[in-house]
T-cell receptor, first 114, second 116 residues
């Protein structure tokens, strides 16, 4: 079971880069790493997904070292609207029916200040 | 990305009654749907996995007779909380996944259940 650990909270200021690291020491070979953003009383929203090395899209970057025991979500130039809870999810959805686990981290509350 | 809806968004019921929550994938066929539960300021906890046309697989500690899941079609899954009690009050979120089309799960907006 790939237990995940994230910092509980993080403060930042508008325009700064925010980096959130998730530890997943027991990640399995077939597991992917996915990051989600969640606002209060809403469902999570997909941000980015990766398996190894670096992935970048229009909103974030995801850095995964060679041993894959951790991952870092990087949010460039955050704004006030980026204040939310960010979750990392480690697992293999394709084989979930076979009983593999999907493990959400505890979430990191990011507060962006003006 | 694909859209997943949930209905109702909020429900208040009396203790002892049953509540049904619907999860629909609006623009894709979901071969798999997941049901999560989330308590205030806590992370999402996976309750069960349902694959279209087969019985749901429940996570350890989740009572299958209390949380009935039906995934009768590729676009609809339902979660019925039977004989609800105040401790069942929570935020219930579904997600949908299509193995052949996407490599991510799409979440619904969630349903806030309050049991009086």
């Amino acid at each position: 079971l790939a237990k995940t650990t994230q910092p509980i909270s993080m403060d930042s200021y508008e325009g700064q880069e925010v980096n959130i690291t998730c530890s997943h020491n027991n990640i399995a070979t077939n597991d992917y790493i996915t990051w989600y953003q969640q606002f209060p009383s809403q469902g999570p929203r997909f941000i980015i997904q990766g398996y190894k090395t670096k992935v970048t899209n229009e909103v974030a970057s995801l850095f995964i070292p060679a041993d894959r025991k951790s991952s870092t979500l990087s949010l460039p130039r955050v704004s006030l609207s980026d204040t939310a809870v960010y979750y990392c999810l480690v697992g293999d959805m394709w084989n979930k029916a076979a009983g593999n686990k999907l493990t959400f981290g505890g979430g990191t509350r990011v507060l962006v200040k003006p | 990305g694909a859209v997943v809806s949930q209905h109702p968004s909020r429900v208040i019921c009396k203790s002892g009654t049953s509540v049904k929550i619907e999860c629909r994938s609006l623009d894709f066929q979901a071969t798999t749907m997941f049901w999560y539960r989330q308590f205030p300021k806590k992370s999402l906890m996976l309750m069960a996995t349902s694959n279209e046309g087969s019985k749901a697989t429940y996570e350890q500690g989740v009572e299958k007779d209390k949380f009935l899941i039906n995934h009768a079609s590729l676009t609809l899954s339902t979660l019925t909380v039977t004989s609800a009690h105040p401790e069942d009050s929570s935020f219930y979120i579904c997600s949908a996944f299509d193995r052949g089309t996407y490599n991510e799960q799409f979440f619904g907006p969630g349903t806030r259940l309050t049991v009086l």
